[in-house]
């Protein structure tokens, strides 16, 4: 079942979001200096990059994690422009944008099934706090402060537990006796581009400020649209028109205590979600004959208070609330002269408290406990307003032709952690991390299955221990050696009434994971390298086989053996004087365990007597069917073996007042299965993904004037593969932006 909703609600309660728009992000001095100011966030100074993920303030280099960190201003120059563009800028990220969600993969793993019933494997954060879990995230990145990718398991000693990793997107916070300072950026470009931001610290008193964001941008859609017989197309093409704005306030009434509210509140119409039949070529030339529509309006409020004793204890509540509204039709044949069509109608309401005790950072022995709990909720509106219709087009709402539901779905995750460190040695690092957590999804829908009422009332509960051990060597002032074991876990969960009676639920997803790496740093600190290899062993790895004649849906089934992703990562940056390079590279293999299962799509998966799907027993393959497929050995969906990032620039000073910096960033993004029966006739194989961004810069003082492309090749690839169609990726934009900084 998909999900979003209308958010609603705020209150000086925190969630945030896995941005995901076509919007640049701001990288201005003020943006800079306020990251730096807070000792919350990710600050890089020179060659040291602290990072916050993990509750303490580290130095990235001598941390035993697999991590990359961009700053806002990395963000601008790479031409991050939404979440998707995180893949072109770092090793190991994969991002798949069908439309009315994402699925943003870690070395392979995170979530790549498109329904609410599947937790993702990958936990993003906004200001501390976990955000929806796959959907709205259309968001834009404005005013951000700076972003950091954990790779492999995580959640021993923070927020939710994830198997692949997890995402921290931190905005920029106020700055008390920082003086009113902040910037406005607009822009313009190709398909009638026009965008708006700007930020505003604003000093209130000696222990109060506050900071106030905007951001707005409105654009043409992608897509030359025609109707039946050529005929001109009135609905949507994926235009854009999105609104957002932030309020934050900051309260330090005495050192030791410091309160963080956040309140975010945009309507984000991205004017539907065209996408051509797999067969198709031109991604961007399409037919249609039903209506498009991706509307999604959200609130969403956080509150973060630290209070520091006088034993250097620190006590940490991190609360966050999310209400949110999704409205989204498609063209489910994508043509027009198929008949079939989709919309839905969902509220998603999410709350997340975590609570902390940690101890200070300087002393041999630390320590660090936490509990955790989140309550999400998907509800379906009523009546029946999530809808499959196999003849909409021409004669809709036929009960014989309409699969439809309406109800809710109530998820919750409870939690409790920590996690010690000593040092063995002045060089050498012991830490430990445990966690409990209990999970439990319940279903009360309703459904109206081509005109036949189906009840589902199930509830499924999940519960384990996850542990992380790691041991840190630091060989020298310049050298550091790290190697961990940890284990993940990803809750079961129940599958979407399909046919007669309630389907199984599935079981959660376990994970151990092995990894050792390397980090240098060389030339005084000119240049830094990493190296890392990992080997991950799965146990009931969760995947997703169609449902026959369903588009939309899959049936969430656990592999029972053993299933293998393994590969090894390498990042690099140098910089001298006003030159800088920097590169990641990720190389991947992926091997599911021993597992059948029936491919929905081709013709001789139904009985040709009654009709119904032929059995195929997912551990053996009995009774042996050519529907039946051997899945072992397979490849993991939407996990290419080899994705890498280059990028240079240089700051060219042509006077005392006035630098130039050109910028140019690639990345490349492999070939992809989406799904796991492999099967290139029916649009499985998604190509690779070849990205070039350049800029060109002018600074004088606190004014920039900067000329911008993405996707400068123009390259036409598939981003997605869902119900047969192709979402296709952005092709090239260009445009000028001009900020000033005040």
């Known amino acids: 079942m998909k999900a979003c909703g209308f958010l609603l609600g705020a209150s000086l309660l925190a969630v945030s979001w896995n941005s995901a728009a076509a919007a640049q992000t701001t990288a201005s001095t003020d943006a800079q200096s306020s990251a730096q100011s807070n000792s919350d966030q990710t600050a890089a100074a020179g060659p040291d990059i602290i990072v916050t993920a993990e509750r303490r303030t580290e130095n990235l280099a001598t941390t035993p994690i697999s ?37 943003f993969n870690i070395r392979g793993i ?39 990718v954990l790779r492999g398991p995580q959640g021993t000693i923070v927020g939710q537990n994830a198997t692949g990793g997890a995402v921290f997107v931190n905005t920029n916070d106020p700055v008390i006796d920082g003086g009113i300072h902040g910037y406005i950026q607009g822009q313009y470009g190709n398909y009638s581009d026009v965008g708006l931001q700007g930020a505003a610290n604003l000093p209130i008193s000696s222990t109060l400020a506050a900071r106030i964001a905007i951001y707005g941008e409105k654009r043409d859609g992608f897509y030359h649209m025609t109707g039946p017989g050529g005929a001109r197309y009135y609905g949507h093409n994926g235009d854009l028109g999105e609104m957002a704005a932030r309020f934050s306030l900051l309260w330090k009434p005495t050192s030791n205590l410091s309160i963080l509210w956040k309140t975010d509140a945009a309507d ?31 609130v969403r409020s956080s509150l973060k208070a630290d209070y520091t004793f006088a034993n250097g204890i620190k006590f940490r509540s991190v609360t966050g609330i999310a209400s949110g509204d999704t409205n989204y039709t498609a063209d489910l044949d994508g043509t027009a002269t198929g008949i079939e069509t989709f919309f839905d109608r969902v509220h998603e309401f999410q709350v997340s408290q975590e609570f902390n005790l940690i101890s200070p950072d300087n002393q041999r022995f630390t320590w660090l406990i936490g509990t955790f709990g989140l309550w999400n909720n998907y509800t379906f509106r009523k009546p029946y307003q999530f809808v499959i219709d196999l003849a909409g087009a021409t004669a809709p709402g036929i009960p014989a032709f309409v699969y439809s539901l309406q109800g809710r779905n109530p998820e919750r995750s409870l939690a409790a952690f920590g996690q010690v460190g000593f040092e063995i040695t002045p060089r050498l690092k012991i830490e430990a991390g445990g966690r409990y957590t209990a999970s439990q999804s319940t279903n009360h829908v309703d459904v109206m299955q081509y005109g036949a ?26 050298q550091y050696f790290y190697g961990f074991v940890a284990t993940g876990f990803r809750p079961g969960g129940l599958n979407v009434p399909v046919g007669l009676g309630n389907p199984a639920a599935f079981k959660p997803e376990r994970v151990t994971s092995y990894e050792a790496g390397w980090k240098g740093d060389f030339a005084h600190g000119h240049l830094n390298l990493s190296i890392d290899g990992f080997y991950n062993d799965y146990k009931d790895f969760q995947v997703i086989v169609g449902y026959p004649d369903i588009p939309t849906f899959g049936l969430e089934l656990n592999v029972p053996n053993t299933t293998k992703i393994y590969g090894g990562e390498a990042e690099a940056d140098l910089h001298f004087g006003g030159f800088s390079i920097n590169a990641g590279v990720n190389i991947l293999h992926s091997e599911l365990g021993r597992f059948y299962a029936v491919d929905s799509r081709l013709p001789d998966a139904l009985d040709p007597t009654t009709g119904s ?13 050519s529907a039946c497929i051997n899945l072992t050995g397979q490849r993991q969906t939407y996990a290419p073996n080899l994705t890498f990032n280059v990028g240079a620039q240089y700051d060219l000073k042509i006077s005392e007042k006035d630098t130039i910096t050109p910028r140019v960033n690639f990345g ?21 993904r070849n990205v070039l961004n350049a800029q060109l810069a002018w600074t004088r003082g606190s004014l920039s004037i900067t000329g911008y492309a993405t996707n400068l090749t123009n390259q036409h690839y598939a981003g997605a593969l869902n119900s047969g169609l192709y979402f296709a990726g952005p092709p090239r934009q260009y445009g000028i932006r001009l900020l000033k900084i005040f």
């Open 67 to 103: 991590a990359s960190v961009l700053s806002g201003s990395d963000l601008a120059n790479k031409g991050v422009v939404n979440v998707d563009a995180l893949q072109f800028a770092m090793p190991s990220v994969v991002v798949n944008n069908f439309g009315q969600g994402n699925d």
């Open 453 to 478: 009422y189906i009840r589902d009332d199930q509830r499924v509960k999940s519960d384990n221990f996850s542990y992380k051990v790691s041991l840190g060597w630091k060989a020298s002032a310049s």
């Open 268 to 298: 984000l119409d991205l004017g539907g979600y065209p996408a051509a039949p797999y067969t198709q070529k031109d991604l961007f030339h399409l037919t249609a004959n039903s209506p498009q529509r991706a509307h999604d309006k959200l």
């Open 668 to 688: 490349h993004v492999g070939p992809q299965w989406a799904t796991l029966f492999e099967n290139p006739a029916l649009g499985d194989r998604l190509g690779d």
């Open 110 to 148: 995170g979530k790549a099934e498109h329904n609410t019933q599947t937790t993702t494997g990958v936990i993003t954060y906004r200001d501390g706090v976990p955000t929806f879990p796959g959907y709205i995230q259309e968001e834009p990145y404005y005013d951000v402060a700076n972003i950091q």
């Open 613 to 625: 799907p032929l059995p195929c027993q997912p551990l053996t393959g009995n009774p042996a069917n």
